[in-house]
């Protein structure tokens, strides 16, 4: 017997700290892990698909999701909406699956708020000086775009004691192992475990 539902994971970090990496990672050797699909209003870029890159949506309709509180969470970006839709979510969760949401931290702030039962996991790079290396080694931004992504990394990782556990991306392995460590400490809390409990209970 175990517990059957999948937990809410809140995952954050800042730009050039590895998320992608991780996640990918954490796919590949846990298949009970799926990743969250947000939705926006914003045009589709190149070969992204709808339901599987983002749900693209139109403005009224995101807005219609709004208002029937539909959304996990949402904000507007450079005129368009983001958000995360409620509804596939909760379904993976009702699945068995650990649905991880690979969100900002305004709006991870605004899940763990709605959700406290959601587990919170923010990503820190070894130091801000390997964090500039790393974005410096993508070679895809201007050196103005990088300090801006350095200030605001700043401002992220002040607020990372906000989360419920801090893991350093410095060995990938290492921490995608910590990360399933954390995942199945979770699903061992006596908070979560009622129906188990109660499964024992009523297993004579």
Avoid: W
Wanted: negative net charge; proline residues 4%.
């Amino acid at each position: 017997m175990k517990n059957k539902d999948g937990l809410l994971v809140v995952f954050s970090g800042p730009s050039g700290v590895g998320k992608d990496s991780l996640l990918q990672r954490l796919l590949e050797v846990n298949p009970q892990i799926s990743l969250s699909i947000s939705a926006t209003t914003r045009a589709p870029r190149g070969a992204e698909q709808h339901g599987k890159d983002y749900y693209f949506l139109t403005k009224e309709k995101f807005q219609e999701i709004i208002k029937q509180d539909g959304m996990l969470e949402h904000a507007v970006y450079c005129d368009n909406y983001y958000g995360t839709p409620r509804q596939p979510v909760e379904e993976g969760i009702r699945q068995g699956r650990d649905v991880i949401l690979e969100i900002e931290v305004q709006g991870g702030a605004q899940v763990r708020q709605k959700n406290p039962a959601s587990v919170s996991i923010f990503v820190l790079p070894p130091s801000m000086r390997v964090l500039s290396q790393r974005l410096h080694k993508r070679g895809t931004d201007s050196e103005e775009v990088i300090q801006k992504r350095l200030a605001k990394a700043r401002e992220e990782i002040q607020k990372a004691e906000q989360y419920d556990y801090v893991v350093i991306n410095d060995d990938l392995e290492e921490c995608v192992q910590e990360i399933c460590e954390i995942l199945s400490a979770e699903k061992k809390k006596a908070s979560r475990s009622g129906k188990l409990i109660e499964e024992v209970l009523n297993n004579e």
